[in-house]
Structures are given as C-alpha cells and as structure tokens.
C-alpha cells in the first residue's frame, strides 16, 4: 500500500530524528505528537507498512442460503407482476363492492 506523501515525510523525519540525531522512541512520539506504537513500527520498517488485514472476513450467516433467497425475491416480483393487473387489490377474488356482477 503506498503511504501519502506527507505521511512518507513524517516516516522519514521519525527515523532520521531516531538514527541520525539519537532521540528516543518516546521523544519522537513526543515531539511529533504520534503513538509511540506507531513509533516503533516506523523504525521497524523502512518504509510504511500499510492496513494489513489480521483475522478473514466472516461471510454472513446467510451466505449458504443466498441463492434460495434470491429465487423467494424473484418469484416474490412475478406474483406482484401478476397481481397488480388484477382488480387492484392484489387477489383474483369476486369482491365486487356490492354491486352484482
């Protein structure tokens, strides 16, 4: 992951703060007015490590039954499809209002 180029400069102003002038890890922190973790990380590493993700990511629960749900949704919008040319209240049946066919 490339790191911003003013996050690069602060990377580089730690580790030469820390190799060149001798300032401590919790001096730097201090001065920069960053973590000493992330301190210590840029003196690990020569250059930004970036996000590396630790644990996988957890599917939902309902990732096994996708494909059920999809095909209840699809038949779900043909039977409105169908519905909605019926008398307008959604069923075939022979309400008619009172008024005798």
Not at 10 to 18: Q, T
Not at 21 to 31: E, K, Q, V, Y
Not at 87 to 96: H, V
Request: net charge positive; aromatic share 8%; with cysteine.
């Amino acid at each position: 992951m490339l790191a911003s180029p003013r996050e690069m400069d602060l990377y580089l102003k730690g580790r030469c703060a820390h190799f060149h002038d001798g300032l401590s890890g919790r001096a730097i922190a201090r001065d920069f007015g960053i973590c000493r973790d992330s301190v210590a990380k840029m003196l690990a590493y020569s250059e930004p490590p970036g996000y590396q993700q630790t644990t996988p990511i957890k599917r939902p629960k309902l990732d096994a039954f996708t494909d059920q749900i999809d095909s209840w949704l699809s038949e779900g919008k043909e039977r409105s499809r169908m519905s909605s040319s019926s008398n307008g209240r959604g069923d075939k049946s022979a309400y008619t209002a009172g008024h005798p066919k």
